[in-house]
């Protein structure tokens, strides 16, 4: 456990100072150690999670340290206040936040949670955000039923991969499209009833073979432009579109008409807002622990790529903007 005189000064990190390709990612070793103010913890980072909206999908202000998640334990805790009672010096947790590409962080109280015993702190850290979001798109973006056709696209990567597994525990019927013949069998070990090579397959096709003409209920959609309107053809007559990402860059304008023809029902989710609340984001981790930790039948598995040194950053960024990745891409300091 680690007390006041045991922090350091001054910490390695990643930062940014302005837009570019990886070249702009300095990994540095005298960034100072941040501070926690009320309400806040300072954790030591143990392993940060890599995720595709790190590589500059969306703007932010400059300077800036990357990074969303991590699993980390306590070092220190900020003037006190009631959301950070419940926590002492030495917990693991893991977080989503901002910051993470660093040893230290400093995260909301409000946004961490516990690491249950027997959980692996690589395996929380791994499963954390992309299982969130997968969790919450099935649950709250479209309630998906027991035999319920899903489309699932880039289903071999990480959120992908955690939702064929969930359809498959919630007992719906689950195509999937993958980016290669290499993730077949990936997606398959997911839980995926049909796999499609984009590229290659007739997805639109086969889709409507496999429904029998009628469609799929939702299209779970993290790639965007390239396959938003094909998404659009493989629903049902009242089903969801639920376009929760935008790999191949974001949808454009279109008239809000065109979902007249099959009353579909659209939605443009984030994690951040189905976790808003304290109670929120207790209730989607307990069920995400409750998942894979309790997993009776063994139709969970937390796949976990490959774990990065911090200073090989530049080499995981673009591991995880090639698609050749299977699994979370973590980050150790």
């Known amino acids: 456990m680690s007390s006041a005189s045991d922090i350091p000064k001054t910490m390695k990190g990643v930062l940014i100072e302005k837009t570019g390709g990886t070249e702009v990612l300095q990994y540095r070793t005298d960034l100072p150690v941040p501070e926690p103010k009320d309400g806040e913890l300072l954790v030591k980072n143990e392993y940060i999670g890599v995720n595709y909206i790190d590589t500059g999908l969306y703007p932010a202000p400059k300077p800036q340290i990357l990074g969303q998640e991590a699993s980390s334990h306590i070092v220190s805790l900020g003037p006190s206040s009631s959301s950070s009672s419940s926590f ?57 039923e027991r035999g319920d056709w899903v489309l699932v696209l880039a289903a071999s990567g990480g959120v992908g991969g955690w939702l064929c597994q969930i359809l498959r525990a919630k007992g719906a019927r689950t195509i999937a499209v993958v980016g290669s013949r290499a993730k077949v069998e990936v997606a398959q070990d997911a839980g995926a009833d049909i796999v499609l090579v984009e590229g290659e397959d007739d997805i639109l096709g086969a889709v409507k073979e496999k429904t029998s003409g009628e469609g799929v209920r939702v299209v779970l959609d993290g790639v965007g432009k390239a396959t938003f309107d094909r998404g659009l053809e493989c629903l049902a007559r009242k089903g969801s579109m639920i376009s929760f990402g935008n790999s191949s860059g974001a949808v454009p304008p279109f008239a809000i008409s065109k979902l007249a023809a099959k009353n579909i029902k659209i939605a443009r989710p984030s994690l951040v807002n189905y976790t808003y609340t304290r109670q929120e984001l207790e209730h989607y981790a307990s069920r995400l622990f409750e998942l894979f930790h309790h997993d009776k039948d063994h139709l969970f598995t937390v796949r976990i790529h490959g774990v990065y040194p911090l200073s090989d950053v530049v080499r995981a960024q673009n591991d995880i903007e090639s698609r050749k990745t299977m699994g979370k891409l973590l980050l150790k300091p």
């Open 88 to 144: 002492s010096l030495g917990d693991r947790v893991v977080w989503m936040g901002s910051g993470a590409y660093a040893e230290y962080s400093t995260v909301p109280a409000l946004k961490a949670i516990k690491i249950p015993d027997g959980i692996p702190t690589d395996t929380a850290c791994a499963a954390f955000l992309q299982g969130l979001t997968a969790l919450t798109l099935v649950e709250e973006a479209h309630r998906v």
